[in-house]
């Protein structure tokens, strides 16, 4: 069965522009989390999606935004991006709630 | 509120030594427990989970960790390091109330040849 995967793996961005994340969860995994992972606050929890809902919500500005398609693929989005946006930014499914949540191998990016 | 706390941010290890990485948590109900390994410009990879049952729990690679509820602990361990192992280790807590995991801040284990 394949892993999680993501897209694009690397992407270079400036100041002020805004990007999209793809991730597409392991086939049957209905639940999506999105973690952003820097050097100086460690893996930070984003936001969850199941079923199409955000279910969760970590403590992060609004620019921060996402979205879950009805086949579980998800999106997240950032506006304006601000060069403290630069981390690397893990998706993470599990088949249903509480359950084992795998990852996939992250996008990092780099805001200039 | 969970948090997760991983004592040593750097642990070195000689090659064939017992591995031993720390890790707290505080949580108001009874939590599930992960750890996790990250292998340079890679993701999470699972090493073992708690969840109910049997606090000895066995991993991949050799792995394992033990719940002990009185010391709210969680720690890591494999009695042989192997140059493998080498990597970034996350501890994870979640309630069984919700998905959301609260991760440590990790451990960076460096095995000694």
């Known amino acids: 069965k394949a892993g999680v995967t993501q897209t694009p793996r690397y992407l270079i961005k400036t100041r002020g522009q805004q990007v999209t994340l793809s991730c597409s969860p392991i086939s049957g995994h209905r639940s999506v989390s999105w973690y952003q992972q820097t050097p100086g606050q460690g893996l930070q929890f984003l936001f969850e999606?199941?079923?199409?809902?955000?279910?969760n919500k970590g403590n992060f500005p609004g620019r921060f935004s996402g979205r879950q398609f009805s086949n579980s693929r998800s999106e997240m989005n950032v506006s304006t991006l601000e060069l403290g946006d630069s981390a690397l930014y893990l998706c993470?499914?599990?088949?249903?709630?509480?359950?084992?949540?795998?990852f996939g191998p992250g996008t990092r990016l780099l805001v200039l | 509120a969970q948090s997760v706390t991983q004592l040593g941010s750097h642990v070195s290890v000689s090659e064939g030594a017992l591995v031993l990485l720390r890790c707290n948590y505080s949580?108001?109900?009874?939590?599930?427990l992960f750890w996790y390994v990250q292998y340079p410009n890679q993701g999470l990879q699972l090493l073992l989970k708690y969840t109910t049952g049997a606090t000895l729990v066995k991993g991949i690679n050799g792995f394992e960790a033990e719940f002990k509820k009185s010391e709210t602990s969680f720690h890591l361990t494999k009695p042989s390091a192997h140059m493998s192992d080498a990597a970034e280790y996350f501890c994870a807590v979640s309630q069984n109330t919700g998905n959301q995991f609260y991760f440590g801040t990790g451990t960076s284990l460096t095995v000694i040849p």
């Open positions: 999606y199941f079923s199409e809902t955000q279910r």
């Open positions: 949580s108001s109900v009874p939590p599930y």
């Open positions: 993470a499914s599990s088949r249903k709630y509480q359950e084992t949540q795998y």
